[in-house]
């Protein structure tokens, strides 16, 4: 990983972690149901593409991860985000949720490109790392994944990697256009909740 990469990927683990753990609150789960289903949100992505890719998932090999959800719950329980009301709660997740999957759809992506990968398996890649932990996550609380019922949630990732194969074809991937893609990509994903874009339904 790059310089811009890991800040990105930092950035990503954050803000998962910070979802995970507003959905143990709201679940009234206890100390220990609030850890794994924020550590499972904040990783589960990425080790659904490691394994796809047929190696040792970074989160065994690497602290990085491990140690920015560690920092990331005690902020989250020092500024006691549990305590706070439910409308507030559900801004925190929105806001949280949606940069993690911009963050984690363009390291995801990254690796689909690492590994010489065609259109469809970069998009894959970003996608897989993108909602991987979300389902999870979900599926853990007993939730229908938000991949299968949230508007223009899934099509956001599609949209990045599209964009990220793009720009790697024509050699423009840096740390603007990097950051360009993150940014761009969460205001996509919350102008897209605000004005309730969905695709369309059978």
């Known amino acids: 990983m790059n310089h811009t990469t890991e800040i990105i990927h930092i950035i990503g683990t954050a803000a998962f972690a910070v979802s995970g753990y507003l959905v143990g609150v709201r679940k009234r789960l206890d100390m220990l149901g609030v850890l794994i289903v924020a550590l499972l949100t904040a990783i ?23 140690i920015t959800i560690g920092i990331t ?4 329980w020092l500024f006691k985000l549990q305590h706070r009301q439910k409308k507030v709660l559900a801004a925190l ?16 992506a990254q690796v689909g490109l690492m590994y010489e990968l065609n259109l469809f398996g970069v998009v894959m890649l970003g996608f897989v790392t993108a909602v991987g932990g979300g389902i999870v996550r979900d599926t853990l ?6 991949i299968l019922r949230k508007d223009f949630y899934g099509t956001v990732s599609v949209i ?41 339904r059978f």
């Not at 719950?73 to 989250?76: E, G, H, T, V, Y």
């Not at 997740?93 to 995801?108: K, P, Q, V």
């Not at 609380?141 to 938000?146: C, E, G, K, T």
């Open 44 to 66: 589960g992505g990425g080790m659904m593409r490691d394994v796809l890719m047929g190696r040792v998932p970074l989160v065994f090999t690497q602290n990085s991860a491990i």
């Open 160 to 200: 990045i990697g599209l964009a990220l194969y793009g720009i790697d074809r024509f050699g423009w991937v840096n740390a603007l256009t990097l950051n360009i893609l993150l940014w761009g990509g969460y205001a996509l994903r919350l102008w897209a909740h605000r004005v309730a874009w969905a695709l369309p």
């Open 141 to 146: 609380v007993n939730d229908i994944p938000m």
């Open 93 to 108: 997740f929105l806001l949280a949720d949606s940069l993690g999957l911009a963050a984690f759809t363009i390291t995801g």
């Open 73 to 76: 719950l005690i902020l989250a």
